[in-house]
């Protein structure tokens, strides 16, 4: 089992920065697929970014078009820690952020196929 706990959301103006923390539990942790998704008010779970075990010390990151540039998703697995950079924020980025754990490494950054879940932690952008 792996248990998620973000934190670091919170209310900003438009233009600033915001940096969101994903504390994980699990032996196995470090070759996990961990993935930012967020929801929206009325929307469905939507991908953000996520980092994926590639080789060794190696991931591959990918990001939704909408925060690419502007976002960076990052992992140290001494500390069991992902994290998520959200610079440049926009109104239209406000949303629950959700951590997101996936055993198999399978590429998909489908909401069906993560297997752990955290709480949410709540983004607000102020235009």
């Known amino acids: 089992q792996v248990q998620l706990v973000e934190s670091g959301g919170g209310s900003v103006a438009a233009g600033g920065s915001l940096r969101l923390s994903c504390a994980a539990s699990?032996?196995?942790?470090?070759?996990?697929?961990m993935a930012w998704f967020r929801q929206a008010p009325g929307k469905e779970r939507e991908f953000v970014a996520a980092?994926?075990?590639?080789?060794?010390?190696?991931?591959?990151?990918d990001y939704a078009d909408s925060v690419k540039g502007r976002f960076t998703i990052s992992r140290d697995n001494a500390k069991n820690m992902v994290y998520l950079q959200m610079n440049s924020l926009k109104p239209e980025d406000t949303a629950v952020y959700y951590c997101a754990a996936e055993r198999y490494n399978s590429g998909s950054y489908m909401v069906n196929d993560y297997h752990y879940w955290g709480q949410g932690t709540q983004v607000t952008v102020s235009s």
């Open positions: 699990g032996q196995t942790f470090s070759i996990y697929t």
């Open positions: 980092i994926r075990w590639r080789r060794g010390n190696t991931y591959y990151t």
